[in-house]
């Protein structure tokens, strides 16, 4: 073949001669000592984010010490940066980049998502931008508060986020039957990307499991070569969690009890206003909205057991829900709907009835359970309160 063709085999010796392997081994390493070295700094970063999640979810809000905190990050690598302090309370906060803050760094970031071909392989490659933020606070010398957030950039540019962080209640503006379900821990799928983007809750009263679950990024996802597309890879723990809850929930609201008393724990926490009324007037008509048909009802306010009147009690539409519709047809009354009937009535940012277990059979039991729920929520805000 060399005789045939005497130019195939000199560019043949040229390629395995010295000085083209010495060529060749420049620029392999011209191009893999970069790479090496975001890799390796990747790793540190997502070692450091392990680190931290790690320690915060062993600590417990309200019951671990200063120096059982400190003890928890001993292992992060850095110390804790301390933002502010009064005399009763202190803020720390903990930020890491996937990569160490310089303008070589944010000029070579600018670039990369000026080039979507470029950022597309570098990412393919295992090459991962994030931003992460952990908080916790001590107050008087106890954990009061704990979360974090992390940012992390996909192939197509564009950005997962998760945002977890504890609470001592929820907002009261909604009745949904999945936060009656699980009061104390919230998995919520943020509605504009609910695939990619996530914000977790959790009280005091949290279990260690569920604070464990909710702290439980998969850091794999910063440093692993497969990329990370969804929640279920991102929080696979606190997303197995969502399932579960929907499930749980759905299986209450087609049982034989969809309002147990076991709800009342968090609405009696929650909710702004919880009235006890009875049925003035049920109307003959029924108004049709997007093809529902609403019965319309007066109400009689007979007592407020917290907070203040803030609905209105004339001519009240009820939605479906109200009686339980399900897919299978099937509609069971949560209560009966007569004049006279007592009822508990949850505040709601609707000023319908249109809400599963928005009022509720006031019977005795049930009353006199929810006031010393009550009482007992307004004791430990006061405590709370006093301790600021």
Avoid at 238 to 247: L, P
Wanted: net charge positive; glycine share 4%.
């Amino acid at each position: 073949m060399g005789e045939l063709f005497p130019a195939t085999r000199w560019i043949l010796k040229k390629l395995v001669s010295r000085p083209a392997r010495r060529l060749f081994l420049i620029l392999f390493l011209i191009a893999f000592v970069p790479y090496a070295s975001l890799r390796l700094l990747l790793f540190r970063s997502e070692r450091r984010v392990a680190a931290v999640l790690k320690g915060l979810s062993t600590v417990r809000i309200d019951h671990s010490t200063a120096e059982e905190v400190r003890q928890a990050l001993q292992h992060v690598g850095f110390k804790a940066v301390h933002s502010r302090c009064s005399s009763q309370r202190c803020d720390y906060s903990i930020y890491i980049n996937s990569y160490p803050d310089s303008h070589l760094a944010d000029a070579t970031v600018s670039w990369l998502y000026q080039h979507e071909r470029a950022w597309a392989i570098l990412h393919a490659a295992g090459v991962r931008l994030f931003i992460f933020h952990a908080d916790y606070q001590i107050e008087r010398g106890v954990l009061g508060a704990l979360g974090y957030g992390l940012t992390l950039a996909s192939a197509d540019r564009s950005v997962a986020w998760v945002d977890a962080r504890n609470v001592r209640h929820f907002d009261s503006d909604s009745l949904l039957p999945e936060y009656d379900e699980s009061p104390n821990y919230r998995v919520q799928p943020y509605f504009k990307q609910p695939s990619r983007q996530v914000r977790i809750r959790f009280t005091p009263a949290a279990t260690v499991t569920q604070q464990k679950h909710a702290l439980g990024f998969n850091t794999a996802c910063i440093w692993g070569l497969r990329a990370c597309e969804t929640l279920a890879d991102f929080i696979p723990e606190a997303w197995h969690d969502y399932q579960e809850i929907k499930a749980s929930t759905d299986r209450r609201l087609r049982s034989s009890d969809p309002c147990p008393t076991s709800i009342l724990g968090r609405r009696a926490r929650d909710a702004d206003s919880i009235l006890l009324v009875s049925i003035d007037r049920v109307y003959p008509r029924v108004t049709e909205v997007n093809d529902e048909h609403y019965q319309i009802a007066d109400y009689k306010l007979l007592r407020i057991l917290k907070g203040r009147l803030n609905r209105q009690l004339k001519e009240v539409a009820h939605s479906p829900d109200f009686f339980h519709f399900f897919p299978t047809g099937d509609s069971r009354p949560s209560v009966g709907f007569h004049r006279g009937e007592q009822l508990l009535m949850f505040s709601d940012n609707s000023g319908n009835i249109d809400r599963p277990c928005e009022v509720m059979p006031a019977t005795t039991e049930l009353l006199k359970n929810l006031e010393q729920m009550i009482a007992s929520e307004k004791q430990a805000s006061l405590h709370f309160e006093g301790d600021d």
